[in-house]
């Protein structure tokens, strides 16, 4: 009934055309057939008494098989593929109506006979393919030709040929534009010499200056360049890709993966996609298994981490969205670029500050939301490390007020944004979010040993290290700085660091909730994700000075500030007394439970809140360093 609802005089028009195909189809079948003598006359009083009867069945198998409701101007292989399906299943019902129906009871003899069933097979498809492709051929050159008008860029493209191939028709249909592709460039010797929608691969990617050379020679200079996702393998050196496109002057875009939701679209080369490693595959289907048609709050959801679980959850069909922030610029910048996007989801922004109690509960009971994703806290280790008792508020009291929250709001998951330097933590980020992890952990415990009818809600916290292009990482900072002239400031030579990308790390986020909610409750409730391989920092800086075309130590000095409170030089991703679960989901794995009951987490935490009145930093010191006894920060 939805498919019908949804029918457009578009549709209609669509199904004329392909009844008046049949027709005709059926029609010549029958003239070439009988043609030269008195057989092709005899039979049409009888074939158009059973016209009717046969179109209508054939309006069916049109609907059936999606012929009506596809767009022409995207007429490819699958549809095609629809088409031969249609006319197989109209000429067995011509075969079945001739051997069972009209040969025995009318005529006594065969009305169609085999030849004419075959004829009308092919001429079936061709009559139902003609007009179609001839409109695919007409928006192909039309859009081909205002590419050329337009003042479009001659681009060379830089990928494989099957990302190659998803750029060009996103060219053909429209969706990219402005851009005039001249060649590809492969990484894959079995592509060159090919020829990709008409557009010739030129040669391997260490070409590029033969080719730019080439085409200046023939006064058709190249202005852009495109790199497609496997452009940016380790094999393919982006790197080397980008300064030597640069030298040459051309503009270098990026063409995201369209495995993610993204549209089809231009952007440009940031250099956070030149620093890692290949992301981990996201089963995608899952997430929005999980997402779809659901209630979401996202608290703090203005942050960079935040804003992007809102995109994803919206992305990924979220029903309802509720987005709690604290800072009024964040949350209607973060409102803003939802609405821009047009998502279909219910999407409403409240200022609130987690620390606020009743406000958070008052919320959620009246939001009664699916999942809570609590991203909110404070995370900037130096100014924690001066702060420190603000930071027991947001990331402890905060962090209790939304689990509890979300649990009298009746909801399936609470999921807490946690980080690599809660283990064994060494600064007042970690000792916070470490004593936060413990109280979800235990409350999950009690939740999943209390019975009751409806299957307990989950509180899981899930860890990782740095995030690309966030508020506070180095890498905005050190573009500043580059920016500026340097210097580029570093803290230690030997400092290194665990780093992903900020859709990477929210993708594996939502990734770690559907374990947790999966058929089988499993008995972890701390996620950690696979960071990969650390970063040297002094080494991310000089790649950085690199990839803006100048030298470190020459334009750019690297200047080393000292280690700050609450840093070390390496981050750890699991501590001792709780060693990794595999857990069958890439990217992800799982610390052993390890927390102390509920019963004396809460005297630690009335015991806080009391110190906390009274601000007793003494008190507040000994009692977190009794609650994790393996804190060894030097804060003050």
């Known amino acids: 009934m939805t498919r019908l609802s949804h029918l457009t005089l578009r549709n209609f ?71 031969i399906r249609v006319a197989s299943v109209l000429t067995v019902a011509l075969l079945v109506l001739d051997y069972v129906f009209v040969a025995p009871n009318v005529r006594g003899a065969f009305f169609l006979g085999k030849v004419t069933i075959v004829l009308y097979w092919f001429l079936e498809i061709t009559s139902l393919s003609a007009l179609r492709m001839a409109y695919r051929y007409f928006r192909y050159t039309r859009v081909r ?18 990302d190659a191939e998803v750029l060009l028709r996103g060219i053909e249909s429209g969706a990219i534009k402005r851009i005039w592709p001249v060649g590809v460039l492969s990484p894959s010797g079995s592509d060159r010499g090919q020829f990709i929608r008409n557009v010739p691969v030129l040669g391997g990617i260490d070409d590029i200056e033969d080719i730019f050379a080439d085409f200046a ?44 939701g993204d549209a089809p679209r231009l952007t440009a080369v940031a250099v956070e996609d030149l620093l890692l490693r290949p992301s981990e595959k996201i089963d995608y289907a899952r997430l929005e298994g999980l997402i779809r048609g659901k209630a979401v709050i996202v608290t703090g959801g203005g942050g960079s981490i935040g804003s992007e679980i809102c995109e994803r959850v919206v992305a990924f069909g979220a029903a ?30 409240r200022i609130a500050d987690i620390r606020d109690r009743e406000r958070v509960m008052r919320l959620m009971a009246e939001f009664k939301p699916d999942i809570v994703f609590h991203a909110a806290a404070l995370k900037h280790v130096p100014i924690l490390e001066r702060d420190w008792s603000e930071g027991v508020k947001t990331n402890i009291f905060g962090s209790i007020n939304v689990a509890d929250a979300a649990l009298a709001a009746g909801a399936e998951a609470m999921v807490m944004i946690s980080t690599d330097k809660a283990i064994e933590p060494v600064s007042m980020l970690g000792l916070t979010k470490r004593f936060a992890e413990m109280y979800c952990q235990a409350l999950d415990h009690d939740l999943a040993t209390g019975g009751g009818a409806k299957p307990p809600m989950r509180l899981i916290s899930v860890r990782f290290g740095n995030v690309l292009a966030s508020n506070g990482s180095v890498v905005p900072k050190f573009k500043a700085q580059i920016d500026a002239g340097g210097p580029v400031t570093v803290t230690h030579p030997d400092m290194v660091r665990y780093f992903m990308t900020i859709r990477e790390a929210c993708d594996l986020v939502i ?45 750019i000095e690297i200047v080393f500030t000292g280690m700050r409170p609450g840093e070390r030089l390496h981050e ?19 610390a052993q439970p390890n927390e102390p009951p509920m019963q004396t987490l809460r005297k630690w935490i009335a015991a806080l809140d009391q110190a906390i009145a009274r601000d007793d930093r003494a008190t507040i010191k000994t009692i977190l360093k009794d609650a994790v006894p393996e804190f060894g920060s030097t804060a003050a």
């Open 511 to 555: 990734t770690a909730a559907t374990h947790a909610l999966g058929t089988q409750r499993p008995d972890v409730s701390v996620y950690v994700l696979n960071m990969g391989q650390p970063v040297k920092i002094v080494d991310l800086a000089e790649r950085m000075i690199r990839l803006s075309g100048l030298q470190p130590g020459y334009d």
């Open 217 to 260: 020679k023939r006064s058709k200079p190249i202005a852009r360049v495109v790199m497609t996702p496997s452009a940016f393998e380790p094999e393919a050196h982006p790197e080397s890709i980008l300064m030597r496109a640069r030298k040459l002057g051309m503009i270098v875009n990026r063409m995201p993966s369209l495995e993610s």
């Open 320 to 349: 309802r969205l509720l987005i709690l922030e604290n800072s009024e610029p964040a949350l209607y910048a973060v409102t803003e670029a939802l609405a821009a996007h047009g998502a279909a989801a219910t999407i409403e922004g």
């Open 145 to 162: 030709r205002h590419a050329r008008t337009e003042d479009a860029a001659p681009t060379l493209l830089i990928g494989r040929a099957a």
């Open 13 to 83: 028009l669509i199904a004329l055309h392909d009844l008046l195909a049949t027709t005709a189809a059926l029609f010549a079948a029958f003239y070439l057939r009988f043609e030269g003598g008195e057989g092709f006359y005899d039979r049409l009083p009888l074939l158009f008494q059973i016209l009717p009867y046969f179109l209508a069945f054939s309006v069916v198998v049109f609907f059936i098989f999606n012929l009506t409701t596809t767009k022409w101007r995207f007429i490819s292989l699958p549809d095609a593929l629809n088409i």
């Open 572 to 590: 750890i991703l699991f501590a001792s007394e709780e060693p990794t679960r595999e857990i069958g989901v890439a990217g992800i794995m799982a």
